[in-house]
């Protein structure tokens, strides 16, 4: 299983570690711009190899496309991040015209790939790859709702004082402060409803610290978060290469689904060796589906600013 992650910044080398964390991948390649930063990265993970205990051997590439011949999984994290302040709307104008190079070039290396795009505004340049590339609908798959779901479960073990392992949420919509829709109805603590511990203000309280989450770090940090991140893009990377079948909120192309056409969004998916081997229609409350409608409007209005 050879996966390649291009972009050998803060999320993309944290992500090609916990893949090789993992040890499922043989060969992980990591591809940047910058001349030696990926062959330096690949260099320093490797000499972790030891410590950690993985045998995934790790490469570098500075823009050589050869390098990463055959893939069967890439990861797209080239493109800037936001500084404090910013949205991840804002980043378009730089990351339209990275994505769509990145992405054409790996598909001619790679024309079995199965593509997971993470650089932001994450759904605009999910559906800029649908355009620009000739992959099937279910190969190519956008990052995020994995993220905003491991936030939310964050944020209701600390609001129920108990360890994240014991809860379970999911984040649908888009990947984006105010786009986002965590289904605080579903969520549960081992089974239980978390509506049955904390009040209507707290869970509204806990969906408002969910949705701004990445906005949250970002002003910490001067420059958005990248473990969380690394690791929601390693569980989808395994998912796909292990054929594990998990359920992940990913952003897809949708063709009807939830009543909403022509867009790229984050909604439920099984993901297996396939790539999206089933999209998953959840029962919402007419709330939610209303939610869920303005969230797709504001993706839609970020799309019209593609060039196409
Ligand atoms: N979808 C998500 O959940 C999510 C989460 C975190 C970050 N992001 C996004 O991921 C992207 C990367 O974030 P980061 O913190 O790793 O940024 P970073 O600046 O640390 O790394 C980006 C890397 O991309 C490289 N790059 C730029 N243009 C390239 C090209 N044409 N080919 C190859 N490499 C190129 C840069 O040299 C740099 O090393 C940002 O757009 C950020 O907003 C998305
Ligand atoms: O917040 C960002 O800009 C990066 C990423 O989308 C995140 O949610 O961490």
Request: charged share 20%.
């Amino acid at each position: 299983m050879k996966v390649t992650v291009v972009g050998a910044g803060a999320v993309g080398a944290s992500c090609a570690e916990y893949i090789a964390i993992k040890n499922f991948a043989s060969e992980v390649v990591i591809l940047d711009i910058k001349e030696d930063y990926a062959e330096g990265k690949a260099m320093d993970l490797m000499q972790t190899a030891t410590l950690n205990g993985f045998d995934t051997k790790i490469v570098g590439s500075t823009n050589d496309y050869d390098k990463t011949a055959n893939s069967d999984i890439a990861v797209i994290t080239s493109g800037i991040p936001r500084k404090p302040g910013m949205t991840r709307e804002e980043l378009i104008g730089i990351n339209a015209g990275i994505v769509k190079d990145v992405a054409t070039k790996i598909v001619e290396q790679s024309p079995n790939v199965t593509l997971i795009v993470v650089s932001n505004p994450m759904d605009t340049m999910t559906y800029l790859a649908h355009q620009v590339i000739d992959l099937p609908k279910h190969k190519i798959i956008g990052m995020g709702g994995a993220l905003d779901s491991a936030r939310f479960k964050y944020r209701l073990s600390e609001a129920l004082d108990c360890p994240a392992s014991d809860v379970q949420g999911m984040v649908i919509g888009g990947h984006s402060d105010k786009g986002m829709v965590p289904l605080t109805s579903l969520a549960t603590r081992n089974s239980v409803r978390v509506t049955e511990f904390l009040s209507e203000n707290r869970l509204q309280q806990v969906a408002e610290d969910t949705k701004v989450g990445g906005a949250t770090l970002t002003k910490m940090l001067g420059t958005s978060a990248w473990y969380a991140p690394g690791a929601a893009v390693s569980s989808l990377v395994q998912s796909i290469a292990c054929d594990q079948k998990k359920m992940f909120p990913c952003s897809t192309l949708l063709d009807g689904e939830y009543g909403l056409n022509d867009l790229c969004i984050g909604v439920p998916v099984v993901l297996g060796k396939n790539g999206i081997e089933k999209i998953v229609e959840l029962n919402l409350t007419e709330a939610e589906l209303n939610k869920l409608k303005e969230s797709a409007e504001g993706v839609k209005k970020t799309n019209q600013l593609l060039e196409l």
